[in-house]
């Protein structure tokens, strides 16, 4: 079981570049979560998508933008990258049977620098 | 903003060392919810508290929920170099049972 698999795991990306974040999960979870971590600043909830079919911003949405593409995959898009936007993103996933409370099982983390 | 203030932000601390972690909030908290992460790597989650008052040990950890639910604390007995990471807290905020908030952790670092 792989858990949850996010590639790439390193990107260097310049000013004004796009690119997705892909974000995989085998577990048949229903609940599929964007967070990214910055030093001193903890996880901060970027979008999650409660189950297949829906997605909701979390605490920091703007500059991205994300697709729930089917039940499996969850994918973050950058479409014009900046520099605030260097850090390192976690996917996570959870049951999502809508009973508050369920863990959350993160992926390895993309490191991105925006240079 | 932060729902949960969580401190302090560093402790070092020699092996056998007791270390503990404290999660606060000036509203109530739901479930919170406690993570490691080790250095170079992702959370993963440890326990659960629900109840008020509520008490779980894991081996040599000890989670505990304060009474009126806006308080947690995580502490470890007799540290060893494999307790080394960033613990953190979190809760799901704004009665939302998907928006899981973090604090901003603890990094404990302990010295052999």
């Known amino acids: 079981n792989a858990g949850v698999t996010q590639t790439p795991k390193f990107q260097v990306l310049k000013t004004g570049q796009s690119m997705t974040l892909q974000c995989a999960q085998d577990m048949n979870h229903n609940s599929m979560y964007w967070y990214r971590q910055d030093p001193g600043m903890g996880l901060r909830l970027i979008y999650y998508s409660a189950s297949e079919g829906t997605t909701d911003k979390g605490e920091v949405p703007n500059g991205y933008n994300v697709s729930r593409l089917n039940k499996r995959e969850f994918s973050l898009r950058l479409e014009s990258a900046a520099p605030s936007q260097t850090s390192v993103y976690f996917c996570a996933s959870s049951l999502g049977q809508g009973v508050r409370g369920e863990k959350l099982f993160f992926g390895s983390g993309t490191q991105l620098s925006v240079l | 903003g932060q729902q949960v203030m969580q401190i302090p932000q560093y402790q070092h601390v020699q092996e056998g060392e007791d270390f503990t972690t404290y999660c606060n909030s000036s509203?109530?908290?739901?479930?919170i919810q406690w993570y490691k992460q080790r250095p170079g790597g992702h959370p993963v989650f440890l326990i659960q508290?629900?109840?008020?008052?509520e008490v779980k040990k894991q081996k040599r950890l000890t989670f505990q929920f304060g009474e009126a639910k806006k308080n947690s604390s995580l502490h470890i007995t007799a540290t060893q170099t494999t307790d080394v990471g960033t613990y953190f807290c979190a809760d799901f905020s704004g009665g939302s049972n998907y928006k899981l908030t973090f604090g901003k952790g603890t990094l404990l670092t302990v010295n052999p």
């Open positions: 508290l629900v109840k008020s008052g």
């Open positions: 509203t109530t908290l739901s479930n």
